[in-house]
């Protein structure tokens, strides 16, 4: 069992379960996304963000985003990130 702070995770899905019988709906997040694959992103963000002495931030900035929204559920359905590295390059580089 996964002990959430409040009690067992089969605890929670019974309460889920009630609220829906009473006509509630308790929404629930679920991050899906594993650690080392974030790892992996990040480790190639950083050295290509050094070797291109910052232009690459703009990309790095939405890997990132891309990848902690779409391993990020809300009942069942994940995120999606829309914004393209050339519209936050051109962002941070207005004076």
């Known amino acids: 069992m996964i002990e ?24 629930i997040f679920d991050f899906r996304g594993d650690g080392f694959e974030y790892f992996k992103i990040w480790i190639v963000n950083i050295l290509l963000t050094i070797v291109t002495l910052g232009i690459y ?10 990848y902690f ?9 994940n995120f999606s990130y829309l914004a393209e590295p050339m519209q ?6 207005l004076p």
């Open 88 to 93: 936050i390059l051109r962002a941070e580089s």
């Open 4 to 27: 959430n702070g409040m009690g067992t995770a089969s605890d929670s899905a019974q309460q889920s379960a009630n609220r829906e019988q009473a006509g509630g709906k308790l929404a």
């Open 57 to 66: 931030s703009a990309w790095a900035t939405v890997r990132n985003h891309r």
């Open 69 to 77: 929204y779409s391993n990020l559920y809300l009942d069942g359905n």
